[in-house]
């Protein structure tokens, strides 16, 4: 009974190459959102949604694309894969003021 | 845009109390100030959150002035599986959905 689940735990890949992380919640939540973890262990926020609205977009490149189908989903699917991209991939979800609940990230390495 | 300053690192010894603080300006007024605990290879996981003043919960306390640019996370007599990094997390002024992560404090108990 996962609260947050994505997948893959691990992406192996080769530069210039198009993947796609999944992103699912079972909590109910109304807002959902991705963040990106550096090898330095900072943890910046990418996107948020909420009911399936994108209100965030911090500055990433627009080879990111994330696609929310319903409330309880939120994907990521990146284009041209780059060397830079390489970090852990974090999705979390929370309703109002409620706290971030984070699934257990989803670790991409570019070859 | 929120700016967040944690101390890089901290040492403690077991049944020692560890005190970590967060400064914050520029911090969304209606939205909680929330710590989060983080081991490797997992996701971010919930501590205590509070607004104003003290909140003490089972694992923790918070300690939030009035002014509410800062956070003290308190651990009552660690031990040596609190060893993890400790991230303050706060709501943009400019927009409560952009929640920012500090930079996080990597917390090393000993025996």
């Known amino acids: 009974d996962t609260a947050v689940s994505q997948t893959p735990k691990y992406l192996v890949t080769q530069m210039g190459n198009d993947k796609s992380i999944k992103c699912e919640q079972n909590l109910g939540h109304d807002t959902m959102y991705w963040y990106k973890q550096d090898s330095k262990k900072f943890l910046k926020i990418m996107f948020s949604?909420?009911?399936?609205?994108?209100?965030i977009n911090e500055t990433v490149p627009n080879r990111f694309s994330p696609k929310s189908p319903d409330k309880a989903h939120l994907n990521l699917h990146i284009n041209s894969l780059e060397l830079g991209d390489s970090a852990v991939y974090f999705c979390?979800?929370?309703?109002?003021?409620?706290?971030?609940?984070f699934g257990n990230g989803t670790r991409l390495t570019v070859t | 845009l929120a700016k967040t300053t944690q101390p890089i690192s901290m040492d403690s010894y077991e049944g020692q109390e560890v005190n970590i603080t967060c400064s914050h300006n520029n911090i969304a007024t209606n939205d909680y100030i929330t710590w989060y605990q983080q081991f490797p290879s997992q996701g971010p996981r919930f501590i205590i959150q509070?607004?104003?003043t003290k909140v003490t919960n089972e694992v923790a306390s918070l300690f939030i002035p009035a002014d509410r640019k800062s956070s003290t996370l308190s651990l009552p007599r660690v031990s040596l599986s609190d060893t993890a990094v400790y991230y303050c997390?706060?709501?943009?002024?400019?927009?409560?959905?952009?929640?920012?992560f500090g930079s996080g404090t990597r917390l090393l108990v000993r025996p």
């Open positions: 979390a979800s929370r309703d109002g003021n409620s706290p971030l609940h």
């Open positions: 509070g607004y104003k």
């Open positions: 949604y909420n009911n399936k609205e994108l209100i």
């Open positions: 997390l706060v709501g943009d002024g400019d927009s409560s959905y952009k929640l920012i």
